[in-house]
């Protein structure tokens, strides 16, 4: 949901954001409880600003919603522009600070603690949320990303999930002798398929995990800090947890893994770039979110998919089976011009109805728990390992400087993906060690953002 993080907001940022959003964004005059945009009111047209989870397909997929968004509210005209993740974070915080953006936008899961805290957003009502249905009708984890941790403001309606799972091809499961049913039920039945390939002969290599952008390993390797009992953040979000015991067991096992079996063209690339790598023969095992699924039933005739694929969930540690859970939401901005118009289309794009078809058409996971219901998402088998992670899934912490946490771990933790081989667990603990020295101190400043 990341690409570029930015150092620490000056104070002048911040208290010019503070200033814009002191007032309720005007231009709608709508009063006191009432919820949403009468079709008698005056003809509006709000700025959607959406961030790229795919290629053409999510595109075509927005514009189709505007479609049948203006069907039902001929007097609301929806402009969708596409954004990308790179320059997000600075054209949000631009558009905040002038007062001159979008209406609504997707904002990635953990922006939402850092905007929350600068006051850039624009917090939904009671009479909202209970139109939308109310927060039992979203999945749990995504609803913890849905307001600064510690606050009863919501900001972030839940939009899309970004629920990940293991993809594998069943040619090399196969020649190797592996049944794909026990093949990763928990580490030491993924690690023993990973030797088996290997030891195999086979001219795939096990995997194909992506090194070179650190955010996206980061989610790769938080499910096995968690499923050995640790954690990044202490449950306040003001102290790292990395150096802790559990956590260095599960970067340990992870760092070790990627060093013994990925496939080393697969090591040079971006996590973005991985699943068209799979699906063209680097690595036989993967992960990656249900969005493939999608782009691999479209297109099975590539070399990695022809003869057969399929999903698994993420193995279980010790403590359990636990996957990352990315994603986003939708805010509306302080600084709106059409605020209620603007919920309007929230509560469209978040709607059950919506939420089926957009997420069938994108291959993304809907944030609406029923929205699944009657797709191939609930019933296509290559689908199912995600129905399981849904119910694993775990999200970072909702604090205003997961931004800045976030790089940090990013480039400390760079040394142990781009070691030239598996490290001892005394060397990654050393890491960590500094790693979390560099959390701490900057968890000491409450107002860091990673915004400007």
């Known amino acids: 949901m990341r690409r570029t993080v930015l150092r620490s907001v000056a104070a002048a940022t911040v208290a010019a954001l503070a200033l814009s959003g002191c007032a309720k964004g005007g231009g709608d005059g709508g009063a006191g409880d009432t919820v949403g945009y009468a079709a008698d009111r ?10 790229p989870y795919g290629g053409p397909i999510q595109d075509r997929a927005v514009i189709q919603e505007t479609e049948e968004f203006h069907k039902a509210h001929p007097n609301i005209t929806i402009k969708p522009v596409r954004i990308q993740w790179s320059d997000a974070l600075t054209r949000l915080s631009t558009a905040t600070t002038s007062g001159e953006g979008p209406d609504v936008t997707v904002l990635g899961t953990t922006w939402v603690g850092g905007f929350s805290a600068l006051h850039a957003l624009r917090p939904y009502t009671e009479a909202e949320l209970a139109a939308v249905g109310g927060k039992d009708v979203f999945a749990a984890a995504s609803w913890s990303a849905s307001h600064r941790l510690g606050s009863d403001e919501i900001t972030a309606l839940p939009w899309l999930t970004d629920v990940r799972a293991l993809f594998y091809r069943k040619d090399v499961l196969a020649a190797a002798g592996i049944d794909p049913a026990t093949a990763f039920t928990d580490w030491n039945a993924f690690e023993a398929t990973l030797k088996k390939i290997k030891d195999s002969g086979s001219t795939v290599w096990p995997l194909a995990i992506g090194n070179e952008n650190n955010f996206g390993i980061i989610h790769n390797v ?8 640790g954690n990044l953040l202490d449950d306040a979000g003001d102290k790292s947890l990395l150096d802790q015991p559990p956590a260095v067991d599960g970067v340990a096992y992870y760092q070790r893994l990627v060093h013994l079996y990925d496939d080393p063209e697969a090591m040079k690339l971006t996590s973005s770039d991985v699943p068209e790598a799979f699906a063209k023969g680097v690595g036989a095992i993967t992960i990656d979110n ?12 590539r070399p990695g998919l022809k003869n057969g694929w399929g999903t698994a969930p993420m193995p279980a540690g010790k403590m359990g089976r636990f996957g990352f859970f990315g994603g986003s939401g939708l805010a509306i901005l302080k600084a709106a011009k059409h605020p209620d118009a603007a919920f309007e289309w929230v509560k469209f794009l978040t709607g059950e109805e919506s939420q089926r078809r957009y997420s069938v058409s994108s291959g993304l996971w809907p944030a609406r728990t029923e929205a699944i219901k009657g797709t191939r998402l609930e019933s296509d088998p290559a689908y199912a390992a995600f129905r399981t992670m849904i119910e694993a899934g775990r999200m970072y912490p909702s604090i205003p400087a997961w931004i800045v946490v976030e790089s940090i771990i ?3 933790l760079a040394d142990l993906w781009h070691a030239e081989q598996a490290l001892t667990r005394a060397q990654v603990e050393d890491i960590l060690k500094r790693t979390t020295a560099d959390i701490d101190e900057a968890l000491q400043d409450p107002a860091q953002t990673g915004i400007k």
């Open 222 to 229: 938080a499910p096995f800090i968690w499923g050995a009992g």
């Open 410 to 412: 990013a480039k400390d």
């Open 42 to 51: 005056p003809a509006v047209e709000l700025q959607f600003w959406y961030m």
């Open 290 to 301: 249900s969005q493939s699924v999608g782009d691999y039933l479209a297109d099975p005739d």
